[in-house]
């Protein structure tokens, strides 16, 4: 083949190639972003129900926290009888009651809030237990003014996880 002949043929092959390369890198760069529309419309369509679940299981865990709240907790719960280790088992009892109803909304919170929100039950439940293996504390209404009054002087596990919960809901607007 001649030289002229090929240089010839390179003049209509070249742009016609490189011309080709343009469409192609254009056509996916489309692809790409309609594609991504449609993640995004998608992700926003899923977040217009999904927020008010997540803000209802929020809610929940505040409620849940106040009601395991030890001076929230002993006043609605009122010993039966004087045996302090059987409201011990009373209040223990609520508090599991309470914790299995609202399990499932761990879902709809972050990891680090359930595990505020457990460490706060935890705490509570100690609380509790050490209030009821005192020795000088005899009755369970007694073990009920016990718990009362230390809760008075200091922060309480529960008022911890409920500022971590508002910190939480903050964090979603």
């Given amino acids: 083949m001649d030289t002229t002949k090929i240089i010839e043929l390179l003049s209509y092959t070249l742009p016609a190639i490189i011309t080709g390369m343009v469409a192609v890198f254009f056509f996916k760069q489309i692809s790409k972003n309609e594609s991504n529309r449609r993640t995004y419309n998608l992700l926003k369509e899923n977040q217009k129900t999904a ?10 865990m505040t409620l849940f926290l106040e009601r395991i709240s030890p001076s929230n907790l ?7 009888s004087e045996d302090k280790p059987a409201y011990f088992k009373k209040l223990l009892a609520n508090v599991e009651q309470e914790y299995e109803h609202n399990l499932a909304q761990q879902i ?7 595990k505020t ?8 439940l100690n609380v509790l237990k050490e209030a009821m293996l005192q ?6 209404n007694a073990m009920r003014e016990a718990v009362l009054q ?17 910190q939480e809901v903050k964090k979603i607007f």
């Fill in 51 to 60: 927020l008010p679940l997540r803000l209802q299981a929020y809610e929940r």
């Fill in 135 to 140: 020795g000088e504390v005899k009755t369970a």
């Fill in 150 to 166: 230390q809760q008075l002087n200091e922060e309480t596990p529960t008022q911890v996880a409920i500022e971590y919960v508002k």
């Fill in 108 to 114: 709809y919170i972050s990891s680090d809030c359930w």
């Fill in 117 to 124: 929100i457990v460490t706060a039950k935890n705490s509570t």
């Fill in 74 to 80: 002993l006043v609605r719960v009122v010993p039966s």
